[in-house]
């Protein structure tokens, strides 16, 4: 019984070591965000804000980014239309508009592209108060 259990893991730890090193020889482009999420915080009905996240390609060929979908139109993303060689660095802007949104909110971008793993995720959250009601403006008297 203990050759048995012995052998078992003799096998995982082999299987374990070759997918590593399989691994480690893929060729091809590579997508690596700094950050996978961004937490805006608190924010109030109507605001819209923005965050860049910011990539490399740490492949050994060109990236080439085909498509950046967005779970609403509330969501709108802006990202490079020209290959990104091997080494360099790049952004995809994400902007959001709370208008008509309330509560908290969790918005995936996902990232289509060439590189060995083609879909890639990020994602902004942020909670969206109620609108800031503005002050009215008090006359002086004479």
């Known amino acids: 019984m203990k050759t048995f259990i012995v052998f ?7 299987y374990g070591a070759v997918a590593q090193e399989a691994n480690e020889n893929v060729s091809g482009p590579e997508i690596t965000f700094q950050e996978e999420q961004f937490d805006f915080g608190d924010i109030h ?19 080439i980014i085909t498509n950046v979908q967005t779970t ?36 995936v971008i996902t990232v289509v ?16 108060l109620p609108k800031a009601e503005e002050k009215p403006v008090q006359e002086k008297g004479n």
Not at 8 to 14: D, E, L, Q, R, S
Not at 113 to 128: D, G, L, R
């Open 8 to 14: 078992i893991f003799g096998v995982f730890m082999i």
């Open 45 to 63: 009905q109507g605001d819209k804000v923005e965050h860049v996240f910011a990539f490399e390609n740490t492949g050994t060929e060109p990236l």
């Open 72 to 107: 609403c139109g509330c969501t709108a993303p802006n990202w490079p239309r020209d290959p990104v060689a091997p080494g360099q660095s790049s952004e995809i802007k994400v902007v959001f508009n709370s208008t008509g949104k309330m509560g908290r909110q969790h918005k």
């Open 113 to 128: 592209s060439n590189a060995t793993t083609p879909t890639s995720k990020v994602a902004i959250i942020t909670n969206v």
